[in-house]
């Protein structure tokens, strides 16, 4: 009876571990089946591109803004208070043109009183001439006559000078940008009345890499692309700076005829360079970049992991972008999904 009661226990016994092992097994196997499918689930789908060494054509291109070729401050040369303004913001105006008057009656009153002054130091001087003749007055006395006269014909012809201020004028054409007074208002000499702009020519300013500035002369021919318009115009360059910006950058300028006023000043541009073609310039594509050209950061994947990377970049060739330092021949960057990316994220390629 004592055996047939331990060989039960140890067979209840065996099939409890025996149970207890397969609970195990299935656990592991179900920890493993959910580790993969988290892994799965976290992994970013993302497409990407090879950062190549290739040889880049004749062009380079070059964003920029455009700025009016001349600006200027329409001031008051006397002060006064602003009888009247001819104009508003967005008005043509022409060289010499009336754009405002002061009011002049104090004006006039010193100019009458200088004619007046200069008409009694004439009659003065006629009456010491007619009496030096007599001995009645002496040379010293008719001297000082004649500068009397010369004096207050100083003031008159200043006065004259004074009143004629009044009418504020336009010293060039072009168009009314702002308006800074209202009738009414007083205003001390050198007081701005209006700005005016001329945006008949306009100058795209940009700024060309240094190792690009020396291939461009005064002179050359551009294509300029406006960012309203879209339309393709010829430009010509103006002017090249003799010195860096301070970031290995030089200013450059370029005329765009713009007669029929399409453009306007301060608008984006971007400005088409011919270049020398050039071989093995390691290049990415420009949506690699996470934010824009100038942040210099993308997303490399080495072994299923997206890392993000600071790099050094060179020319921007329009949809490509040259890589000074930073990444190697065939590095895989991240094209789009950057938005959801960090640094060190599992990701899933698409392409």
Do not use: W
Request: charged share 20%.
């Amino acid at each position: 009876m004592k055996k047939k009661t331990i060989i039960a226990i140890v067979v209840l016994l065996g099939v409890a571990v025996a149970f207890y092992l397969i609970l195990q097994n299935n656990k592991k196997e179900n920890e493993r089946e959910l580790s993969l499918v988290t892994q799965e689930n976290t992994e970013v789908a993302v497409n990407t591109a090879i950062a190549k060494k290739e040889r880049i054509g004749s062009m380079f291109t070059v964003n920029g803004t455009f700025l009016p070729t001349a600006t200027a401050n329409i001031s008051a040369e006397i002060s006064g208070q602003i009888g009247a303004v001819y104009v508003e913001e967005g008005d043509d105006v022409k060289k010499g043109q009336v754009i405002a008057k002061l009011i002049g009656d104090k004006a006039n009153v010193n100019m009458e009183n200088a004619k007046a002054n200069l008409d009694n130091a004439v009659s003065n001087l006629n009456r010491y001439e007619a009496a030096y003749k007599t001995g009645g007055v002496t040379a010293s006395q008719l001297d000082q006559a004649k500068l009397q006269v010369e004096n207050a014909r100083a003031q008159y012809q200043s006065a004259q000078l004074n009143s004629g201020d009044t009418n504020v004028r336009s010293k060039m054409s072009g168009v009314v940008n702002k308006k800074m007074v209202e009738v009414g208002m007083v205003v001390a000499p050198g007081t701005s009345i209006i700005e005016v702009v001329d945006i008949s020519l306009l100058d795209l300013k940009v700024e060309v890499d240094e190792s690009l500035v020396s291939q461009l002369k005064l002179g050359d021919s551009v294509k300029v692309t406006p960012s309203a318009t879209k339309k393709t115009i010829d430009g010509r360059i103006t002017f090249i700076a003799p010195a860096s910006n301070g970031a290995l950058k030089f200013p450059v300028e370029i005329s765009v005829d713009n007669s029929q006023t399409n453009l306007r000043a301060g608008m984006y541009a971007t400005a088409m360079f011919n270049q020398k073609g050039e071989n093995n310039v390691l290049v990415i594509p420009r949506e690699a970049f996470v934010g824009s050209v100038s942040d210099n950061r993308v997303f490399v994947i080495k072994e299923g992991i997206a890392y993000l990377t600071e790099i050094s970049t060179g020319i921007n060739y329009g949809n490509k972008v040259q890589v000074n330092n930073g990444l190697n021949e065939g590095d895989v960057v991240v094209t789009s999904g950057q938005i959801n990316l960090t640094d060190n994220t599992a990701v899933k390629v698409i392409k």
